[in-house]
């Protein structure tokens, strides 16, 4: 069975730009997680998605926003880039909101020039 | 305001030792704890999962613990082996759907 899926691998882009980041959960899961991680820390937790509907988020600014398709497949946007945006972001997916272990994607390896 | 520490940030230790790696949050209110490996560039692989109603949790070499009352949790690796050399990181999930991680614990095991 496949993993949780993430695209693109890497990706360059330059200060107010846009980026689209898109997560394809374990086939069964219902819940998807999106996470921004620092090069020397810990993720740190942006959205969750739970039945197309969001469950949860974390303090990030309007600029970040995200969505599910009836798939379970999602997609993350980032708006007006800026130079701190550059990190790894990781989605996870798991089959319901809270009791199950997150399953983590290889991530997305986003810089911001 | 919630917040999950690891301690210690770096641990060097020869193959064969047992080796805890720790974990402590400030809201005792958590849903689940979940311990996590990272090899450098890639992904979180899930380790053990402990519910809160647990105490703890067991995998092969691996043993997790959970106390919430003091806001604690071990990561107890036995006859620890060079490819457990990673980061380990521990994260909080509290009731209102919010997930927190650690900075983790930077692992290497020498031959």
């Known amino acids: 069975d496949a993993g949780v899926t993430q695209s693109p691998t890497h990706l360059i882009k330059t200060r107010g730009q846009h980026v689209t980041l898109r997560c394809s959960p374990i086939s069964g899961h219902k819940s998807v997680s999106w996470y921004q991680q620092v090069l020397g820390q810990g993720p740190q937790f942006i959205f969750q998605y739970y039945e197309k509907e969001e469950r949860g988020r974390g303090n990030f600014p309007d600029r970040f926003s995200a969505r599910q398709f009836p798939n379970y497949s999602s997609e993350l946007n980032v708006n007006a880039l800026l130079l701190g945006d550059s990190a790894l972001y990781l989605c996870?997916?798991?089959?319901?909101?809270?009791?199950?272990?997150?399953?983590f994607g290889p991530g997305t390896r986003l810089t911001v020039l | 305001k919630q917040e999950v520490t690891q301690i210690p940030a770096a641990l060097s230790v020869p193959e064969g030792e047992n080796l805890v790696l720790n974990c402590s949050f400030t809201d005792s209110a958590i849903y689940n704890l979940q311990w996590f490996r990272q090899d450098p560039g890639k992904g979180l692989t899930s380790l053990l999962l402990?519910?809160?109603?647990?105490r703890e949790q067991t995998s092969g070499r691996l043993n997790a613990s959970l106390d919430k009352s003091s806001g604690r949790s071990t990561l107890y690796i036995a006859a620890s082996q060079p490819g457990d050399s990673a980061t380990y990181l521990c994260a909080v999930l509290y009731n209102f759907n919010k997930f927190y991680f650690g900075s983790g614990t930077k692992l290497n095991v020498k031959p």
């Open positions: 402990i519910q809160s109603s647990q």
């Open positions: 996870a997916s798991s089959l319901a909101v809270r009791t199950d272990t997150q399953y």
